[in-house]
């Protein structure tokens, strides 16, 4: 089992990825190997949001060439999450048939993406 640290590479910032902020959507370089819950579990533990979907995309690495040597670069992964910028409390029914609510406190955006 691999560590969030290892899991969430770096954010992955273009105009388009900082446009889809505004909708709760953040884009993160992620290792290869990893699964949508494994990237929702680090996303949720190192920023303390709530995720409430993942999308991924492989990408293959190009082959370049720097004079007469060529080789490929390494493959990468793109994990989009959109998060829950409206976190309610979740209230669910315990034993004995009372409503209980969760206090668990969600934030609403990450204020550590797009810092350089």
């Not at 060529?70 to 034993?95: F, L």
């Not at 406190?105 to 990450?110: G, Q, R, V």
């Given at each position: ?8 590479k770096r954010p992955y910032i ?46 293959e690495g190009k082959t370049k ?29 315990v034993k004995g048939g009372k ?18």
């Amino acid at each position: 089992m691999k560590s969030p640290e290892e899991i969430i590479k770096r954010p992955y910032i273009t105009e388009k990825s900082n446009e889809e902020i505004a909708n709760g959507k953040y884009t993160f370089v992620v290792d290869v190997n990893a699964t949508k819950t494994d990237i929702k579990n680090a996303v949720e533990k190192l920023f303390q949001v709530k995720v409430v979907q993942v999308n991924t995309v492989n990408y293959e690495g190009k082959t370049k060439r720097m004079g007469v040597h060529v080789g490929p670069r390494p493959d990468w992964k793109k994990a989009i999450v959109k998060i829950d910028t409206d976190p309610k409390p979740e209230t669910y029914k315990v034993k004995g048939g009372k409503e209980t609510t969760s206090s668990k406190k969600y934030k609403t955006s990450i204020e550590e993406f797009g810092i350089s």
